[in-house]
C-alpha cells in the first residue's frame, strides 16, 4: 500500500459509519461524508454535507423540558445515485445495495495526495449477471463551490440495460449522533426543486430559523454509452435525473455526475440558486475538474511538507489532510471558527470549542492567512463575548465554551448520560478558561508572523478585554493576601462541583488562574509597548481606564496556586477527594475512558473522586516550555522546580482516565519535552486514535480535529522545542527514538519552504533564496543566523 493510499477492502456494516468518517473530502467550504451513494441515512448509512458555518437553531423537548439547540446543518444530499440492472427483455429487480446483493470484490481507496475517493467492487445479481462498478468522487479544492462522481459500470457476461437515478436529496435531518435522537434535528424547510435541460436538476431550501439560503444543481451526463431514454423528475423534495442506458461486455457505461452548492452566506452573489446552476453548467468535465483539483492539492501539499518514515508518518500524513479539508485556504474567506469534530459527523453540534490551541500553532507556520481568519472569527463576537460578561455582572469578555453563528453560549444545559439514559445538568459553560485560549492565540500567532498590525488592532482589543475580565471575575482573600477565582470548571471536566454541593464550580483552578494571570501579564506587556497614540485611540474605543491597570498588575502576581503534598493541586479542597481503586474499574469495565459515565450509572458521582477525564494541570506544560512556566510560577511568587514538576505529571498520570482524544496528545508532549520514555505510548495512541476510534465508537460521527492537528504541532513544536519569540526561531530538540528523523517546511517572516529536518544527531535548517533578511536561530548552547539560499547543519549534543 502506498504511503499516501488508505485501503478499506471488504464491506462491513458494523464500522461503515466509521469508515465514512475517515473517507470524508472536502474544501474548507463544504465538505460529504465518505457514503456509499446508493443509500440513504438509516442505522448503517449516513451520506452527510455540511458547509463550514451554516447553523441552525431548533427546539426540543428533554426531559419535560423546552431547550433549544444550534447544529450544523446536515445539508440536501448530493451524493444519491441508484442504479440496477436487467438482462435484455428481462424484468428489472432490486436496486443495489451493498446490504442486501451478493458482492464478489468491494473496496475504498482513499488517495491522499489526489484528495479522491474510489469505490470499485463486483457484485452478482441475481438475474442480470456480475456487474463491475468503479466509483470516484472529490470535493473540488480548486473550485470550492463543486464536487463530482464519475460511474464506471461493466457487464461482465451479460447484455441488457442499467438503469441509473441520480438525485439530489432534501429528504435529509440532523441523525448522525445517536444520542441526540430525542432532539429535533429537521432544519431545512421550504424546499424547491427544478429541472434545466439538457441535464441538470435543482433543488433549493432554507435552514428553518437562521434563514440561509442553500442551493445546489447537479449535471449528470453520459460520457460513454448512450441513453435509451432520459428524464428529469423534480419531485417535492427530492430532484431525479433518471436514465436507462443499454450496456454489454465491452460497451461500459460512464457517468459523471456534477454537483454546485452556493448559499446565502456566500460573497460576490445575489441568488444562490441562480449561481448554483450557472456554475454547474459551465463546469468542465471530469478530466479537467481532476487536473485542476489535484493541482491546487500539490500546492497544499508544498506548503505542508511533511516527511517522517514508517507507520507514523503516514499516519501523520493522514492527519494533516483531514486538517486541510476542514481549513484550507479558502477558509480564510469565511466567518467560521473550528469545528471540534471537523466538517465531518455531527457530534458537538459542529460547534467551536477551544481547538483552536491545537490547531493554530500549526497553521501559523504554514497557513497565516487562514489563523488569521480564525482569530477574525473571535474578534467578530468580541462584542456578544462583552455582552455576556455585562450580563454575568462582570466587565470585559467572557467567550463561550461552546460557539457558533453568533458567539452566544451554545452549550448544552442538559447532557444525555448514554448509560444510565438519565438526562443531566451540564455545568461545563463556565470553562472560562476558553478566553485564555482565544488570548493565548492571539499572541502566539502575532509572534510566529510578526503581524504587529493585526496585535495592534484588532489582537490587543481582544487581548484586553479578556484580560479585564480576569481582572474582574478574581476575588481578594483578605486572609491570604491572595486573588481567588471562584465557581469555573477546568480542562478536565469531570469535575464541575464540589462533593455535596449546592452549587456548581470550583475554586481556585491552576490552569485557570495560571492561564489568567499569563493574560494579564501580556496585556500589560502590550499597552507599555503600544505606540502612544494607538494606546490612547484602544483604551477610548474600548473605555478603559487607566485606573484599572495598577489591578491588573497585581492580580497577575497574586492569583492563588494551590498545592497539596508537594505537588500543584488541580484546584482548591482536590486533596479532600476519595481516591478511586482504578484497578477495581479497570477490571470491571472495558474501557474506563468514560468514567464519569460509568460512576453516573452506578448511582455515584466523579466529583468524588481524584480523577481526570484529562489533563487539566498538566495542559500548563502543553501550552509553555518549562522556562516560561517556571517564570510565570516565580512571578506568581512560587517556586516550580524540576522535581516539583515531575512529581506533578506522575501524581496525575496515575489519576487519569485519558476520556478525551486530546489527553494522550497533551500527556506525550509533556512527557516528550521532560525527556520521558512513556511519551511514546501516549504519542502512539494519539496517532491511531480516530483511525482506530479508540473512543468507542466517536469517530463515526466526525473525527477529532484537535487530536489530529496536535499531533502535527507535536512534531513542528513539541520534538524541536520550537518557539517564535523575539523575532528568532528557538529550538531545543526533544531526543525521542521512535521519531528520531523527521522533516518539514515552514513560513516564517516572509520566508516561504524554511526547512527543518533532524537525522543521525543533526540539525539541518535550510533557508530558500529571497531577498528576505536572515532568520536567526537559537539553540540552548548556540545562535546562528542563516541567511537565504544558505543551509545550517548543527550537530545536537548526545543524549
Avoid at 504587529?452 to 474582574?472: C, I, M, N, P, S
Amino acid at each position: 500500500m502506498s504511503e499516501w493510499t488508505w485501503e478499506y477492502a471488504g464491506y462491513d456494516p458494523a464500522v461503515e459509519r466509521l469508515r465514512e468518517a475517515l473517507c470524508t473530502l472536502g474544501n474548507g467550504y463544504f465538505a460529504t461524508r465518505g457514503a456509499v451513494p446508493e443509500r440513504r441515512a438509516g442505522l448503517v448509512h449516513y451520506p452527510g454535507t455540511y458547509a463550514a458555518g451554516c447553523y441552525d437553531r431548533v427546539e426540543s423537548a428533554v426531559a419535560g423540558r423546552r431547550v433549544v439547540n444550534e447544529d450544523l446543518v446536515n445539508l440536501p444530499n448530493w451524493l444519491l445515485l441508484r442504479f440496477r440492472p436487467r438482462r435484455a427483455e428481462g424484468a428489472w429487480g432490486s436496486w443495489f445495495s451493498p446490504d442486501t446483493h451478493t458482492l464478489l470484490d468491494y473496496r475504498h481507496t482513499l488517495d491522499l495526495r489526489r484528495a479522491t475517493l474510489t469505490r470499485t467492487l463486483r457484485f452478482q445479481d441475481h438475474d442480470a449477471g456480475v456487474v463491475g462498478v468503479e466509483q470516484t468522487r472529490l470535493v473540488h479544492m480548486a473550485d470550492p463551490h463543486l464536487a463530482v462522481l464519475r460511474t464506471v459500470f461493466t457487464a461482465e457476461d451479460w447484455s441488457g440495460e442499467i438503469e441509473i437515478e441520480s438525485c439530489v436529496d432534501g429528504e435529509v435531518t440532523n441523525g448522525n449522533v445517536h444520542r441526540y435522537r430525542a432532539l429535533n434535528g429537521s432544519h431545512l424547510t421550504r424546499v424547491r426543486t427544478g429541472a434545466r435541460e439538457p441535464g441538470t436538476v435543482w433543488l433549493s431550501c432554507r435552514t428553518s430559523t437562521s434563514d440561509i439560503g442553500v442551493a445546489m444543481a447537479a449535471r449528470t451526463v453520459l460520457v460513454a454509452g448512450s441513453a435509451a431514454s432520459s428524464g428529469l423528475r423534480p419531485a417535492r423534495r427530492r430532484a431525479v435525473h433518471h436514465l436507462v442506458v443499454p450496456i454489454a461486455p465491452g460497451r461500459p457505461v460512464t457517468l459523471e455526475k456534477t454537483v454546485a452548492l452556493h448559499t446565502s452566506r456566500d460573497t460576490a452573489i445575489s441568488d444562490p440558486l441562480g449561481e448554483a446552476v450557472d456554475r454547474v453548467s459551465t463546469a468542465e468535465g471530469f478530466p479537467d475538474l481532476l487536473d485542476a483539483h489535484v493541482e491546487a492539492w500539490e500546492r497544499l501539499w508544498r506548503r505542508a511538507d511533511l516527511r517522517v518514515p514508517g507507520r507514523a508518518g503516514r499516519v501523520l500524513r493522514f492527519h494533516l489532510f483531514h486538517v486541510l479539508q476542514t481549513l484550507s485556504p479558502h477558509t480564510a474567506d469565511l466567518d467560521v471558527g473550528v469545528p471540534a469534530r471537523g466538517l465531518h459527523g455531527e457530534a458537538y453540534r459542529g460547534h467551536v470549542f477551544w481547538d483552536e490551541l491545537f490547531v493554530l500553532p500549526y497553521l501559523n507556520l504554514h497557513f497565516p492567512e487562514v489563523s488569521r481568519s480564525l482569530l477574525d472569527y473571535r474578534y467578530r463576537r468580541l462584542p456578544r463575548a462583552c455582552r455576556a460578561a455585562t450580563a454575568a455582572g462582570r466587565v470585559g469578555a467572557m467567550y463561550p465554551w461552546q460557539s457558533g453563528s453568533d458567539g452566544r453560549e451554545e452549550t448544552q444545559e442538559w447532557h444525555l448520560n448514554p448509560r444510565s439514559g438519565r438526562w443531566l445538568p451540564d455545568h461545563s459553560r463556565l470553562q472560562h478558561h476558553v478566553g485564555s485560549a482565544v488570548a493565548y492565540n492571539v499572541w502566539r500567532y502575532c509572534e510566529a508572523t510578526g503581524d504587529t498590525e493585526y496585535l495592534h488592532t484588532k489582537g490587543a482589543e481582544t487581548l484586553l478585554q479578556v484580560a479585564r475580565f480576569w481582572a474582574d471575575l478574581a476575588v481578594l482573600d483578605p486572609g491570604t493576601g491572595r486573588y481567588r477565582v471562584r465557581g469555573v470548571v477546568g480542562p478536565d471536566e469531570y469535575h464541575d462541583s464540589y462533593p455535596g454541593a449546592d452549587r456548581p464550580g470550583l475554586d481556585d483552578n491552576t490552569y485557570t488562574n495560571v492561564t489568567a494571570a499569563w493574560v494579564l501579564t501580556r496585556a500589560l506587556d502590550l499597552l507599555r509597548h503600544l505606540p502612544a497614540w494607538r494606546r490612547g485611540e484602544l483604551l477610548d474605543r474600548i473605555r478603559l481606564d487607566d485606573g484599572e491597570l495598577p489591578r491588573w498588575e497585581e492580580v497577575s502576581r497574586r492569583l492563588r496556586v494551590p498545592f497539596h503534598r508537594g505537588v500543584i493541586s488541580q484546584f482548591e479542597g482536590y486533596d479532600a477527594l476519595a481516591e478511586l481503586d482504578w484497578d477495581a474499574y479497570r477490571a470491571r469495565y472495558d474501557s474506563i475512558r468514560r468514567l464519569d459515565r460509568i460512576l453516573e450509572a452506578e448511582g455515584d458521582t466523579v466529583n468524588r473522586y481524584k480523577a481526570s477525564k484529562q489533563a487539566d494541570v498538566l495542559m500548563l506544560g502543553y501550552l509553555f516550555s518549562p522556562a516560561e512556566l517556571q517564570q510565570l510560577f516565580r512571578r506568581l511568587g512560587y517556586d516550580l522546580d524540576d522535581e516539583i514538576w515531575r512529581r506533578t505529571v506522575d501524581y496525575y498520570l496515575r489519576r487519569t482516565s485519558h476520556g478525551s482524544t486530546l489527553s494522550g496528545l497533551v500527556h506525550g508532549l509533556v512527557l516528550a519535552r521532560a525527556r520521558r520514555a512513556e511519551a511514546w505510548g501516549y504519542i502512539q495512541e494519539t496517532l491511531e486514535a480516530d483511525i482506530a476510534d479508540i473512543q468507542g465508537g466517536t469517530t463515526g460521527e466526525g473525527i477529532h480535529l484537535g487530536a489530529m492537528a496536535g499531533t502535527l504541532d507535536l512534531v513542528q513544536r513539541g520534538l524541536t522545542g520550537l518557539q517564535t519569540r523575539e523575532d528568532a526561531l528557538w529550538l531545543d530538540p526533544v531526543p525521542l527514538p521512535a521519531l528520531s528523523e523527521y522533516g518539514f517546511s515552514l513560513r516564517y517572516r516572509g520566508h516561504w519552504g524554511v526547512g527543518v529536518r533532524r537525522r543521525r544527531g543533526q540539525l539541518e535548517i535550510a533557508v530558500p533564496d529571497s531577498e528576505e533578511s536572515p532568520i536567526r536561530v537559537v539553540l540552548a548552547d548556540r545562535a546562528v543566523t542563516v541567511a537565504p539560499g544558505e543551509t545550517c547543519t548543527l550537530v545536537l549534543p548526545a543524549s
